[in-house]
């Protein structure tokens, strides 16, 4: 269940309560083989998304040698709903995480199953964008996905803020949150509330959608888990893109006057020294301003958090990208001039450019076979690199590379540094203590 919605050049999908399926692509002729395996977790803010859309489709991974599964999981209050009483009528004591409950209950299915289809199930990739890779990093930091998955890629999402920031991801203030929803719908009992029709149960309910720490599925945050160096420790590759908040807020209003106010009406009051970060004395800078906290806010910490706690606490590699390339969307459509932005990549992940009838250029699809096959490489190995791509060097906490993926492919520093050094600062004082390290 779903409000629809649907990529650039695409219908919405289909939506119904029977929803838990998923779709396998493999090679043809493979069933005699142990091939890699790419599970893929939709994004859509765990509210909306489709396992079945095309551009998700494995088909031309599938014939770079992997099988690729792409699953559904419950979205919305129907995914993530807390309550006291379900938790009560819960054997492990917990509620809410019910969409990470059906992403989990997929890996296990591919467990038993995937070699039928020449898959290996002890070469597992989950991969995910946005919340999909928020979905990820939660699965390296949940006990319940231990040993599911040997690689994860987590593209433009994880969860690694201080939640002092967000009191709601506790379990008990999630149920506290359910319990005001619940009454919103005039079904204050769980009873009552299981005859409402699924239809009401769509959208983000004021918030309430996101995941839960609790006892089960989730006892530690993922920042706490990796700190620890209690993460399941796979094989990483991560990344974000420069220009992610261009497809997600509209700036062209957007003045210096207006500036702090608007910061905090979308974000509550941020600390001075974020503001300041962020120059926008003149209406041109306002705009540049706001698409570059709404970047770093959303994913661009994130991502380099996951990094330096993986590079720090975990004994596997990671690969850290920032995607650069500006797919040709049309000109005079919603897209145009959205250039490097949230979800850009993924034409260049499935090698799908012939979807959509844009004017791609052969700078196009070199890259998009050179990101399809970075990520087919690290699925079979935990490595991207491979004969004719040019080389990908590990992250590390003391070189901190990054591959800067456009036409052509380069390696560079972490993206806008300076001010991710400002949030670290920030989040460090929030937290209490300084970032993770050893």
Same mark, same amino acid.
């Given at each position: ?55 998700? #489709? ?225 209406? %041109? %800078? ?46 005079? =459509? ?25 004017? #791609? ?11 399809? =096959? ?6 079979? =190995? ?57």
């Amino acid at each position: 269940m779903q409000t629809g919605v649907s990529m650039p050049g695409e219908t919405p999908p289909a939506v119904s309560e029977d929803c838990l399926y998923l779709n396998i692509w493999m090679p043809a002729k493979s069933l005699q083989k142990r091939l890699p395996v790419i599970v893929w977790i939709y994004g859509g803010g765990l509210i909306n998304g489709s396992a079945s859309m095309p551009l998700y #489709w494995g088909d031309q991974l599938a014939q770079k040698g992997v099988i690729v599964v792409t699953i559904a999981y419950r979205l919305g209050p129907l995914g993530f709903l807390a309550l006291p009483e379900l938790t009560r009528e819960s054997a492990h004591h917990s509620s809410g995480n019910y969409g990470l409950m059906d992403q989990i209950a997929a890996l296990k299915w591919v467990q038993k199953n995937i070699a039928a289809f020449g898959g290996d199930p002890h070469c597992v990739t989950i991969a995910g964008q946005s919340s999909g890779a928020i979905s990820v990093s939660i699965l390296m930091a949940s006990p319940l996905a231990k040993g599911l998955f040997q690689r994860a890629i987590g593209e433009s999402g994880g969860l690694f803020e201080p939640l002092q920031l967000g009191p709601k991801f506790m379990l008990a203030n999630a149920e506290r949150d359910g319990e005001k929803y619940a009454a919103s719908l005039g079904a204050p009992t769980l009873k009552e509330l299981r005859r409402v029709p699924a239809s009401k149960l769509t959208g983000d309910a004021g918030g309430l959608v996101h995941a839960v720490i609790e006892p089960y599925v989730l006892p530690l945050s993922p920042y706490d888990a990796f700190s620890a160096g209690q993460q399941n420790d796979v094989a990483l590759l991560i990344g974000s893109n420069a220009e992610e908040a261009r497809a997600l807020v509209d700036v062209t209003r957007q003045t210096a006057a207006t500036f702090d106010s608007d910061i905090a009406q979308s974000f509550g009051a941020l600390p001075p020294p974020l503001l300041a970060a962020y120059p926008h004395a003149t209406d %041109e %800078e306002a705009r540049q301003a706001r698409l570059g906290l709404e970047r770093d806010l959303r994913f661009g910490w994130d991502m380099w958090a996951w990094a330096r706690l993986q590079a720090a606490t975990g004994k596997h590699p990671v690969y850290y990208y920032s995607f650069q390339q500006q797919p040709p969307f049309p000109p005079g =459509s919603v897209y145009a001039g959205w250039g490097a932005s949230h979800f850009a990549e993924l034409w260049y992940v499935f090698d799908h450019l012939d979807q959509c009838p844009w004017k #791609w250029t052969p700078g196009d699809r070199r890259l998009a076979d050179e990101i399809s =096959s970075y990520w087919v490489n690290f699925a079979k =190995s935990g490595d991207p690199n491979g004969l004719g791509l040019p080389p990908w060097p590990a992250f590390t906490n003391a070189a901190s590379d990054v591959q800067y993926l456009g036409d052509p492919i380069t390696a560079g520093e972490v993206p806008a540094i300076k001010s991710l050094t400002v949030f670290d600062a920030v989040y460090t004082m929030v937290r209490g203590k300084p970032f993770a390290r050893r």
